[in-house]
């Protein structure tokens, strides 16, 4: 059964286990420091930025996405209001889910309210569609509608899950197809 949890400081060796899979998908370097290259959308690592897996940057990382996602505390300079979840099938953890509470200028051309990706080992099982549904009801739990959902051009796998969960594409910017999903008056630019 396929769940959106919060980060667990209890579960640092799955997560170093998932982010070296991961790390060994998308780049060569070594170590418990490594520069993101890509490919973990919904992780709160950005591209080129430093991912430091030891257990000291863990817990640095669980407390963050914890504050992320806080409203009493004002978003990191840049950014908004963030829900980070592990996704988790048969209790296994598989991958990320990020649900962003508004769209800056970047979010609202480029990357939208829910960023997911799935490890490499456990792609191709229809774990990123339920783990969007998942998001989805996430953000009508929280008021958020209607949500803005974007891929890449190119990356057909997910381009499939957001057409197999109703996204309607609006258009393409850049090279991010841009999806929206739910009624309502859609945004004509940043909502923060």
Request: with cysteine.
């Amino acid at each position: 059964m396929i769940e959106l949890i919060a980060p667990d400081a209890a579960r640092y060796d799955e997560w170093s286990a998932m982010l070296r899979e991961f790390r060994d998908a998308t780049t060569d370097s070594r170590g418990d420091h490594w520069v993101c290259a890509g490919g973990m959308d919904g992780s709160g690592f950005f591209a080129g930025t430093d991912v430091d897996i030891t257990p000291d940057g863990f817990a640095a990382y669980v407390e963050d996405c914890a504050r992320q996602g806080n409203t009493m505390w004002p978003p990191h300079t840049g950014l908004v209001h963030c829900s980070y979840f592990w996704i988790v099938d048969d209790g296994a953890l598989v991958g990320h889910l990020a649900l962003r509470h508004a769209l800056n200028e970047f979010l609202y051309e480029l990357g939208g309210h829910i960023g997911y990706s799935v490890r490499p080992a456990a792609r191709g099982r229809g774990i990123a569609k339920e783990a969007l549904k998942l998001g989805l009801a996430e953000a009508a739990a929280l008021d958020i509608a209607p949500v803005l959902v974007c891929c890449a051009q190119t990356n057909g796998a997910s381009r499939a899950v957001i057409e197999a969960c109703g996204g309607q594409l609006e258009d393409v910017r850049e090279d991010s197809r841009r999806y929206w999903f739910g009624d309502g008056p859609r945004p004509t630019g940043p909502t923060a």
